[in-house]
């Protein structure tokens, strides 16, 4: 299983950008999935869930800003984001709870991508 994300840049303050992250390989199913963000000098924090029935959850800093769904066909989550500050920019991770046939689910991460806010 590989997740691969996009979408991350360069935008300045107020703007809006739109991550995607796509699961392919061998998968049964995906349970919750979710969004982290790390600034530098700063660990990797949840920025957002979204569980298999499309129950959402937010950290306190993005609530009202960044809004997470998913295409269960497409096995992709999204992560829109608006009203980008300048405290938002980091590298987001995207992860996954996958589920392949046999044995137990297991944590999936993407590769990360960047995103910059600028004054």
């Known amino acids: 299983v590989q997740l691969q994300a996009s979408g991350g840049g360069l935008v300045q303050a107020g703007g809006s950008l739109r991550l995607s992250c796509a699961a392919s390989g061998i998968i049964f199913r995906i349970n919750a999935m979710n969004w982290y963000r790390q600034a530098p000098g700063k660990q990797r924090e949840l920025v957002a869930t979204i569980t298999s029935g499309g129950s959402t959850n937010y950290a306190d800093s993005v609530k009202g800003r960044f809004t997470i769904s998913r295409d269960n066909a497409k096995k992709t989550v999204y992560l829109q984001m608006n009203s980008l500050k300048l405290e938002d920019t980091a590298v987001y991770y995207c992860?996954?709870?996958?589920?392949?046939?046999?044995?137990?689910?297991?944590?999936?991460w993407g590769q990360g991508t960047q995103v910059t806010v600028s004054s």
């Open positions: 992860n996954m709870d996958i589920f392949s046939g046999w044995g137990s689910s297991r944590e999936y």
